[in-house]
């Protein structure tokens, strides 16, 4: 399993694997060290620290429109997401949502990630090596078709989702969670009409907004710009009809 370090200094950091160099624009930074390491390179030094799997996961690759940590630490909070839980994600895209649940079950959970589309499958594949989780299967294959069973958890970010409810419905194990994600509003009304049909517990539609604020010069006001929306979220809970 490959080991990362990450590099850190005040206003910057550097994702090198451990045990090999990185051309970097402070010269060739050797990845042989141990955490705590102070590196001193040309006009800088670091601290070098283990990474965590948001660390991690800024450093991947992108093919597809991610579902962003601000949205994904929403289902923690919503469902209490734990240690243990097994959990189906579809689709993939790149991969982040279904890392960010993988780190957050642990060795006891698994989750289960469906990507049909194979360029997207081969990103995603990608990604979830570089960050050396063990208790993720991602298949290439479409959802539709899935067979796993008594799940806590399944997650959907994609186009039709809303004809896998019913689906989804029956492989939940009371009290499981299902979290539909989208762009636009009207999936989410759609998302709702099929959970309440088919006798779940809606929790809530939400949108979590956020913004980044500075400081220059004794001013201190929100920046200027940034992604403000970048999608809602139906939950809904199994429970009987």
Known sequence: MREYILLLAKDESIL???GKKKNTKYGVIDGNVEYGSIIET?????????PTFIDLLKKCKRAAQIVTPKDASQIISITGLSQGWHCLDAGSGSGFLAIFIASIVGRKGRVI????RKEFYEVAKHNI?????????IKNEDVSKFRERNLDLITFDMKDSVKL???????????GWLVV?????????EARKEMEKHGMNVYATIETMQ???????????PEPSGILHTGFMTFGRKALK
Not at 42 to 50: L, N, P
């Open 129 to 137: 090596e570089k960050c050396g989780l063990k208790n993720v299967v």
């Open 165 to 175: 409810i019913g689906k989804a419905a029956k492989h939940l194990k009371y009290g």
């Open 42 to 50: 040309k006009g800088k030094k670091f601290v070098a620290v283990k």
């Open 211 to 221: 913004r980044r604020w500075k400081s220059l010069y004794g001013y201190t006001h």
């Open 181 to 189: 994600y989208s762009p636009h509003i009207e999936q989410q009304i």
């Open 16 to 18: 090198i694997e451990k």
């Open 113 to 116: 990630t469906y990507e049909k």
